[in-house]
């Protein structure tokens, strides 16, 4: 339950219909096995304590007072179990018959939930049956206990104030007003549904796409359970396709024919999060819904979830190559537009070998496509300094040659050694002075290439270097339009890695692989044997860690303790422990003593869901303090 993770459990018994005796012995015995992997919420199907497919025997008595013994019967077996528990069964009040959801926690019936909507139409004949939910919450008399019934139930956890659990049955999701809906409004983070879905040919996609969607709608995580073998195949089916969704994504899926139980970590305080930060998520108010507070023991979540090591990229390479294509295409009709608002022809960038520079080359090559414009009125500035080696050097320029854009040489070495003597500088001193001199006279060339030929300078830095302040202000921090602004370093790769894929150029495919095969480097430093003498990533840390931690930092809203505990999980095997908690800390010291950096950037496209533009979605004071974040740090 740390850091507001809650290993969850949806379960589909092996059912025999209408014998209540057998699926409560089954549904306890999953309770044993969710018990022992530490769940501490379990949802089991519809009417899972009769099986859904009783047809008209649910009109016998008989079968209701086995299903009513049954039910007490389940909780005092579980009033040890440290969980809440949901199970279904027909129950009688008021004169008409429910499809109810019980609620279960420590041996207690907690509360009675109808079904809302009630399908009558195909297959289903529920109807016939059942009576839908009344409008009121009422009380029924169980065991001697006064237990609510009514479908504005809120259970809530006092020792997880993030949790609260709220039930609905089935069709009840399938309609155009959910009851979830005005669940999640009231406040519920958790939605769960016990279902008895039957399998047709293409439902199961149907079905995923409803519980992904109705989670990212509420922003919530949907537990769903579902019938599956042993139910009556007189007319039909039972798959028991059991999902957990969060926030549009499904955590676990079960195989169809499988009765499988999934079980998945719940990140509510991600959820609470989220719905904090959408202004268009309104306060819980929960109006005429009655709470019910049930206990959880505090104890240690062992987190099975997986975490991607690299969360800027989907983890299917088809879908990689789908979103390279849709990010290039963002950043090459955000450039499109500035030119034509611009009436711009000619565009200006530096060009060094290294991954910035050339994916900016690409996407400016692609915008001048867009735009019907000759590639030679690009013009790629090379301009050698102390460090530059000749393998950066060839590939900067026969890159430019392939793609067909002018190349221009200007070398910097003159220039800078003329500066430093006018400032005083020891030009064997090589200090921060004598790196930022060298970005600064190529930003002011290509500025005052772009004022002579009337081009754009376009800017060449990613979001990571945004993010660690890696770059020379007003050197190249600064241009016209930077295409690259909210694209992460590990996300540049790919897309290089794409273009040289699909190119169909040989020539140019091979080009752009040595490019990604190079040391990220800005090469301000002299070479040692004509190699690179100054890597980025022995400085400031592994990109792959950094974007790691600036993602769940500003997406997911996640304090450092967090984002050290999941990194350790997603980079294990990679990096030590130490190594770890040493760059994270750096990252943290770093992204908030540059942000002044971050406060003048120029325009460019926000081509995902982590962006640091101050005109969109990062403002935050240039000189904030970062004490709260280090002092929980020096606590690990």
């Given at each position: 339950?740390?850091?507001?993770?809650?290993?969850?459990?949806?379960g589909?018994?092996?059912?025999?219909?209408?014998?209540?005796?057998?699926?409560?012995?089954?549904?306890?015995?999953?309770?044993?096995?969710?018990?022992?992997?530490?769940?501490?919420?379990?949802?089991?199907?519809?009417?899972?304590i009769?099986?859904?497919?009783?047809?008209?025997?649910?009109?016998?008595?008989?079968?209701?007072?086995?299903?009513?013994?049954e039910?007490?019967?389940?909780?005092?077996?579980?009033?040890?179990?440290?969980?809440?528990?949901?199970?279904?069964?027909?129950?009688?009040?008021?004169?008409?018959?429910?499809?109810?959801?019980?609620?279960?926690n420590?041996?207690?019936?907690?509360?009675?939930?109808?079904?809302?909507?009630?399908?009558?139409?195909?297959?289903?004949?529920?109807?016939?049956?059942?009576?839908?939910?009344?409008?009121?919450?009422?009380?029924?008399?169980?065991?001697?206990?006064?237990?609510?019934?009514?479908?504005?139930?809120l259970?809530?956890?006092?020792?997880?104030?993030?949790?609260?659990?709220?039930?609905e049955?089935?069709?009840?999701?399938?309609?155009?007003?959910?009851?979830?809906?005005?669940?999640?409004?009231?406040?519920?983070?958790?939605?769960?549904?016990?279902?008895?879905?039957?399998?047709?040919?293409?439902?199961?996609?149907?079905?995923?796409?409803?519980?992904?969607?109705?989670?990212?709608?509420?922003?919530c995580?949907?537990?769903?359970?579902?019938?599956?073998?042993?139910?009556?195949?007189?007319?039909?089916v039972?798959?028991g396709?059991?999902?957990?969704?969060?926030?549009?994504?499904?955590?676990a899926?079960?195989?169809?024919?499988?009765?499988?139980?999934?079980?998945?970590?719940?990140?509510?305080?991600?959820?609470?999060?989220?719905?904090?930060?959408?202004?268009?998520?309104?306060?819980?108010?929960?109006?005429?819904?009655?709470?019910?507070?049930?206990?959880?023991?505090?104890?240690?979540?062992?987190?099975?979830?997986?975490?991607?090591?690299?969360?800027?990229?989907?983890?299917?390479?088809?879908?990689?190559?789908?979103?390279?294509?849709?990010?290039?295409?963002?950043q090459?009709?955000?450039?499109?537009?500035?030119?034509?608002?611009?009436h711009?022809t000619?565009?200006?960038?530096?060009?060094?070998?290294?991954?910035?520079?050339?994916?900016?080359?690409?996407?400016?090559?692609?915008?001048f496509?867009?735009?019907?414009?000759?590639?030679?009125?690009?013009t790629a500035?090379?301009?050698p300094?102390?460090?530059?080696?000749?393998?950066?050097?060839?590939?900067?320029?026969?890159?430019?040659?392939?793609?067909?854009?002018?190349?221009?040489?200007?070398?910097?070495?003159e220039?800078?050694?003329?500066h430093?003597?006018?400032?005083?500088?020891?030009?064997?001193?090589h200090?921060?002075?004598?790196e930022?001199?060298?970005?600064?006279?190529?930003?002011?060339?290509?500025?005052?290439?772009?004022?002579?030929?009337?081009?754009?300078?376009?800017?060449?830095?990613?979001?990571?270097?945004?993010?660690?302040?890696?770059?020379?202000?007003?050197?190249?921090?600064?241009?016209?339009?930077?295409?690259?602004?909210?694209?992460?370093?590990?996300?540049?790769?790919?897309?290089?890695?794409?273009?040289?894929?699909?190119?169909?150029?040989?020539?140019?495919?091979?080009?752009?692989?040595?490019?990604?095969?190079?040391?990220?480097?800005?090469?301000?430093?002299?070479?040692?044997?004509?190699?690179?003498?100054?890597?980025?990533e022995?400085?400031?840390?592994?990109?792959?860690?950094h974007?790691?931690?600036?993602?769940?930092?500003?997406?997911?809203g996640?304090?450092?303790?967090?984002?050290?505990?999941?990194?350790?999980?997603?980079?294990?095997?990679?990096?030590?422990?130490?190594?770890?908690?040493?760059?994270?800390?750096?990252?943290?010291?770093?992204?908030?003593?540059?942000?002044?950096?971050?406060?003048?950037l120029?325009?460019?496209?926000k081509?995902?869901?982590?962006?640091?533009?101050?005109?969109?979605?990062?403002?935050m004071?240039?000189?904030a303090?970062?004490?709260?974040?280090?002092?929980?740090?020096?606590?690990?």
């Amino acid at each position: 339950m740390r850091d507001g993770f809650l290993k969850a459990a949806v379960g589909t018994p092996k059912t025999a219909v209408a014998d209540c005796r057998k699926n409560a012995d089954e549904i306890l015995r999953l309770i044993g096995e969710m018990e022992q992997r530490k769940a501490k919420l379990m949802v089991f199907p519809e009417l899972c304590i009769t099986g859904y497919t009783c047809g008209d025997l649910f009109w016998q008595k008989a079968l209701l007072e086995a299903a009513r013994e049954e039910l007490l019967r389940i909780a005092v077996k579980t009033k040890q179990t440290d969980a809440l528990i949901f199970v279904g069964l027909p129950f009688a009040y008021g004169g008409k018959l429910y499809n109810i959801a019980a609620a279960l926690n420590h041996g207690a019936v907690l509360g009675l939930i109808p079904k809302t909507h009630l399908p009558n139409y195909g297959e289903f004949y529920e109807a016939r049956q059942f009576a839908p939910a009344p409008e009121e919450t009422g009380e029924v008399i169980l065991d001697g206990k006064k237990v609510p019934f009514g479908t504005r139930l809120l259970f809530a956890c006092p020792e997880m104030e993030e949790l609260t659990v709220a039930a609905e049955i089935c069709e009840d999701l399938w309609v155009p007003d959910p009851p979830s809906i005005h669940h999640a409004l009231a406040g519920a983070t958790v939605l769960v549904n016990l279902s008895a879905s039957d399998e047709v040919t293409g439902k199961d996609r149907y079905r995923r796409n409803l519980v992904a969607g109705q989670s990212a709608r509420l922003v919530c995580a949907y537990l769903y359970a579902t019938a599956g073998e042993g139910e009556s195949t007189t007319d039909l089916v039972f798959g028991g396709q059991n999902l957990i969704g969060e926030n549009g994504q499904i955590l676990a899926e079960g195989k169809r024919f499988g009765n499988k139980t999934l079980y998945a970590d719940l990140d509510l305080s991600y959820l609470t999060g989220e719905r904090r930060r959408m202004t268009t998520f309104p306060a819980a108010e929960n109006g005429d819904y009655r709470k019910i507070a049930f206990s959880l023991k505090k104890e240690e979540t062992a987190l099975e979830r997986y975490f991607s090591p690299h969360p800027f990229l989907p983890d299917d390479r088809h879908e990689v190559e789908e979103r390279c294509d849709e990010i290039l295409n963002i950043q090459a009709m955000g450039l499109k537009k500035r030119l034509e608002h611009v009436h711009g022809t000619h565009a200006v960038l530096g060009i060094s070998g290294g991954l910035d520079s050339t994916l900016a080359l690409l996407v400016t090559a692609r915008a001048f496509d867009l735009l019907g414009l000759p590639r030679d009125q690009i013009t790629a500035v090379t301009m050698p300094g102390f460090g530059t080696t000749d393998r950066t050097y060839q590939n900067a320029c026969e890159m430019t040659r392939q793609l067909g854009a002018t190349l221009k040489e200007v070398d910097i070495r003159e220039a800078v050694t003329i500066h430093f003597r006018d400032i005083g500088h020891d030009s064997e001193v090589h200090d921060v002075t004598y790196e930022n001199a060298q970005a600064r006279e190529r930003t002011q060339v290509l500025m005052d290439i772009a004022n002579k030929n009337g081009g754009l300078v376009i800017g060449t830095g990613d979001l990571s270097e945004l993010a660690l302040g890696w770059a020379t202000y007003n050197g190249d921090h600064m241009s016209m339009y930077g295409v690259n602004g909210s694209v992460p370093k590990t996300l540049v790769r790919h897309l290089v890695n794409y273009w040289a894929d699909t190119c169909g150029e040989e020539k140019l495919s091979a080009i752009l692989r040595d490019v990604l095969d190079t040391p990220v480097s800005p090469e301000l430093l002299p070479p040692r044997d004509g190699d690179i003498a100054q890597k980025t990533e022995d400085l400031v840390g592994p990109y792959e860690l950094h974007d790691f931690f600036l993602y769940y930092m500003m997406r997911a809203g996640y304090d450092p303790a967090k984002i050290y505990r999941i990194a350790n999980l997603a980079f294990a095997g990679v990096y030590e422990e130490e190594t770890i908690l040493k760059w994270l800390k750096k990252f943290y010291w770093r992204f908030f003593s540059q942000q002044f950096k971050r406060s003048c950037l120029p325009d460019g496209p926000k081509v995902g869901s982590v962006a640091l533009s101050p005109r969109g979605d990062w403002r935050m004071p240039s000189d904030a303090c970062v004490r709260v974040w280090m002092d929980q740090l020096e606590r690990l």
